[in-house]
Structures are given as structure tokens and as C-alpha cells.
């Protein structure tokens, strides 16, 4: 079916170091993250999800740290303009924008996976809770 098609996609896609996961354990239980895809310097997210309070948040938090230090990437496409994803920064730019900086952050080479991240939650957090422009 189309479920088992779109698994195989990803797992593909993964493969070939353009699909993330960005996963939050408690222990050894998987609590929460986000899933997405790289291409150039631009991170386009899939979906989030949460089974304990914050862990999508913070999961969330770590790759925006990452992804706005470290490794320079110029945007992430939320898809959809939510009050939740606002408290992290995102705005709706106009489409024309939008594509602009698309073609911009394809002309930077990708950074592929698996990605290690050096910050710890903890300190991608508190690094992004300090006011700056992403």
C-alpha cells in the first residue's frame, strides 16, 4: 500500500543521508522528536510528536541549535504556520521569498547523515533561548 511505499521512500532517502531523525529518549523510551529532510542548506520538516511533555520541543530545539550554528544551513520549512512553531522563531514568508531562498540554500553543498549532535539538549536550549536572528 501507499504507507509501505512512503516507508520505503524514507528509508531510501535515509539512506543517502537526506532523511533525519531527531529523536528524545527518557532512559531507553523514545518520548518524542521530528522527522525531516536536507537538501542544500535548507531542512524541510515532516512531522512531530510528542508522548511525554516538551520532548518534541526539545528535540526540536537541539536541531535548530545544530542547524543554525554549526552547520550553517540558511532555513527550515515548517510547511505549516502553527502559534507552537512561532515560539521558535517561525514566520510565513511570501512564496516568491521563499523560492529565492530555496534556490540560495541548494547552492550550498548538503551536509549529509548520519548527523551527530555536539550540543547537548540542555545546551542547545539555552542556547536558543537567547534572542537572536535565525
Not at 511505499?5 to 527518557?26: C, K, L, N, P, R
Not at 550553517?72 to 512561532?86: G, M, R, S
Not at 540554500?105 to 533561548?129: C, E, H, M, N, R
Request: aromatic share 14%.
Amino acid at each position: 500500500g501507499s504507507t509501505d511505499e512512503m516507508i520505503a521512500g524514507y528509508a531510501t532517502v535515509y539512506e543517502a543521508g537526506f532523511a533525519h531523525s531527531i529523536e528524545a529518549y527518557d532512559g531507553a523510551e523514545l518520548v518524542g522528536g521530528l522527522y525531516g529532510v536536507s537538501f542544500g542548506a535548507a531542512f524541510f520538516g515532516e512531522s512531530m510528536f510528542a508522548h511525554q511533555p516538551n520532548a518534541s520541543k526539545i528535540a526540536f530545539a537541539t536541531l535548530l541549535a545544530h542547524l543554525f550554528t554549526a552547520w550553517n544551513f540558511q532555513f527550515v520549512d515548517c510547511q505549516v504556520h502553527t502559534e507552537h512553531l512561532a515560539r521558535f522563531g517561525a514566520v510565513h514568508i511570501p512564496r516568491e521569498d521563499y523560492l529565492d531562498r530555496l534556490v540560495e540554500a541548494q547552492s550550498i553543498p548538503p551536509k549529509t547523515g548520519p548527523w551527530d549532535f555536539a550540543l547537548s539538549p540542555a545546551d542547545a536550549v539555552s542556547f536558543y533561548a537567547e534572542p537572536r536572528d535565525v
